[in-house]
């Protein structure tokens, strides 16, 4: 992969050339927005707001005029023939979509070199950020590569070993949502207790970054800044008793609709869901699909924050 100054003369665009197998895939690219680093992996006819032919010669392109200033993150796939519209292939060779970072004067230009399996070799032209978002992807995957070797005390020191690094690549870019990506693929949630202090300078150094990524960011983090005033304790306690009670009230109304609920996952999260009702764990699921564990855990997270379920034991009763 690499990343080139893109040239001024250009308009911008989210554009590529992949020459395809045609026996295996339409010849047709989609682009959806993706307002969330939690919401990569899911997919709706909502959430695509373009798409254009493929020509024969391959090439794919879409405008960015109408994109908003600030740099955001968009999902270009590919549908295989057959294949629903609204539909990812998450992990392996045949993996059907590729996530870039675009705004209205800044494009991206890809090039692939698989006829067969599309995005399994890529080169990303005229975007450092989309660059640094596959370069996070590549440290992050060998803990997934990693999975069936040696001890289990050893795929620990491996993993925490490859969320250092993580971290340590989020504190020290300078773009803003490959640093954050960077810190979502360290599983920042599970490490935000042990490593306060770094959270918080963290958040006082984007403190006047602005993007929905970041106030979902914010909201998520468990590490929030310290106050020593008593008033405040007693307002943030006052706040989040009311809170639970709302919710409690809430989750009495809502609990007795559960078809709701679950028309809200995706077609990859139904999957691995009833696979989780079938007794399944994370390590079968991945076989089954393909798909790394720790993709399994970010889809079991979101379908348990989606049916507001916290175990197995309750998706398995759903």
């Not at 989609?30 to 391959?58: C, P, Q, R, V, W």
């Not at 690094?165 to 870019?173: E, Q, S």
């Not at 970010?298 to 379920?309: D, G, P």
Request: proline share 4%.
């Amino acid at each position: 992969m690499s990343a080139i100054a893109q040239n001024s003369s250009e308009i911008p665009a989210i554009k590529g050339t992949f020459v395809l197998d045609s026996t295996l895939w339409e010849s047709k690219a989609y682009l959806s927005h993706i307002t969330s680093f939690n919401d990569m992996y899911t997919i709706s006819k909502d959430m695509i707001i373009a798409e254009t032919t493929i020509n024969e010669n391959g090439h794919f392109e879409f405008p960015t005029n109408y994109f908003p200033k600030e740099e955001q993150l968009y999902r270009i796939h590919f549908s295989k023939k057959g294949a629903p519209v609204a539909s990812l292939v998450i992990g392996g060779p045949e993996e059907n979509h590729f996530f870039v970072i675009a705004s209205k004067t800044k494009g991206v230009t890809l090039k692939g070199y698989s006829k067969e399996f599309p995005f399994s070799k890529v080169a990303i032209l005229h975007s450092t950020p989309t660059a640094l978002l596959k370069q996070v992807d590549l440290i992050a995957s060998y803990v997934d590569s990693t999975h069936y070797a040696g001890s289990q005390l050893k795929r620990e020191f491996i993993a925490a070993a490859v969320h250092e690094r993580l971290r340590t690549m989020a504190d020290t870019l300078t773009a803003p949502l490959p640093s954050l990506y960077a810190l979502y693929r360290s599983d920042y949630k599970a490490h935000a207790k042990e490593y306060p202090e770094f959270y918080k300078n963290y958040l006082n150094k984007w403190e006047k970054e602005r993007s929905p990524y970041f106030a979902i960011f914010r909201k998520e983090l468990p590490v929030q800044k310290g106050t020593s005033s008593l008033w405040m304790y007693f307002m943030v306690g006052g706040f989040f008793f009311l809170t639970g009670v709302f919710l409690t009230v809430w989750y009495l109304q809502k609990k007795n609709n559960p078809s709701k609920k679950l028309q809200t996952l995706s077609i990859q999260e139904r999957k691995i869901f009833d696979l989780m009702k079938a007794g399944h764990s994370n390590k079968e699921i991945s076989e089954q699909h393909n798909i790394g564990v720790s993709t399994v855990k970010s889809h079991v997270s979101n379908i348990y924050n989606k049916l507001q379920i916290k175990s197995r034991k309750e998706a398995i009763d759903y």
